[in-house]
């Protein structure tokens, strides 16, 4: 079975400064990886995935999210934040079974705070 | 992506008490998830509620507590029964993209809080 391990509960930075989330998963087989963010009120959005072919993936709002197998890694970075993108971000997954993918197993979650 | 409809969007309801979450999907699909999300946590999935068929409940919930209604390819309900404040949580309706990843779209969630 594969779990997900998001190491930062709580991420502050200041607007316009470079972030980086850190997602690391476990799993014996091949994996999708997903990065949810979830508003404060709302439900959750896809930002990106990772499905198979190129190891870096671009989601919306500028996001931008590297795999890495070898450290079994699916880090979620971005440049520049803005005030707007305080909210929770969920790294999941979801491993490969006999052909079929298995149920989607989130992260605890990161709270990025960005303030002036 | 599909759009998920979930009613109501909150509610505080007194203990002992129960309350039915609806949720709509504008296509058809074949499996639709529940999940919840406690207050400051991850989601934890309780069932998958496939049509024509019994839900599927994961460890730690039952259908007592959690009776859970499919009755076509677009609906169903989760009924949260004899409340708790300990049921006071975001419970998210959820169906699969398309192609088989696990990709999952999320309706806004209902906001239960239980006196």
């Known amino acids: 079975a594969q779990s997900v391990t998001q190491l930062d509960s709580q991420v502050p930075v200041f607007e316009e400064a470079p972030v980086e989330l850190r997602c690391n998963y476990s799993?014996?087989?091949?994996?999708?990886l997903f990065w949810y963010v979830q508003y404060p009120n709302q439900g959750l959005q896809l930002l990106l995935k990772?499905?198979?072919?190129?190891?870096l993936v671009k989601g919306i709002n500028g996001f931008e999210a590297e795999f890495n197998k070898s450290q079994t890694s699916f880090h979620l970075r971005k440049p520049s934040v803005h005030i707007s993108d305080t909210a929770e971000y969920f790294c999941?997954?979801?491993?490969?079974?006999?052909?079929?993918?298995?149920?989607?197993?989130f992260g605890t979650g990161t709270r990025l705070q960005v303030t002036l | 992506s599909a759009v998920i409809s979930q009613k109501p969007s909150r509610d505080i309801c007194q203990r002992g008490t129960s309350l039915t979450i609806q949720c709509q999907v504008d296509?058809?699909?074949?499996?639709m998830f529940w999940y919840r999300q406690q207050p400051g946590q991850s989601l934890t999935l309780i069932a998958t509620?496939?049509?024509?068929?019994?839900?599927?409940?994961e460890s730690g919930f039952v259908i007592d507590k959690f009776p859970i209604s499919r009755p076509n390819l677009t609906f169903s309900t989760l009924t949260v029964s004899n409340m708790s404040p300990e049921d006071s949580s975001i419970y998210l309706c959820?169906?699969?993209?398309?192609?088989?990843?696990?990709?999952?779209?999320f309706g806004e969630g209902s906001r239960l809080t239980v006196l």
């Open positions: 990772y499905l198979s072919g190129s190891t």
């Open positions: 509620a496939n049509q024509g068929s019994e839900a599927t409940y």
């Open positions: 296509s058809q699909v074949t499996m």
């Open positions: 959820s169906v699969t993209g398309r192609g088989n990843t696990g990709e999952l779209f």
């Open positions: 999941a997954v979801s491993d490969m079974v006999a052909g079929t993918a298995s149920k989607l197993t």
């Open positions: 799993s014996s087989v091949s994996v999708y």
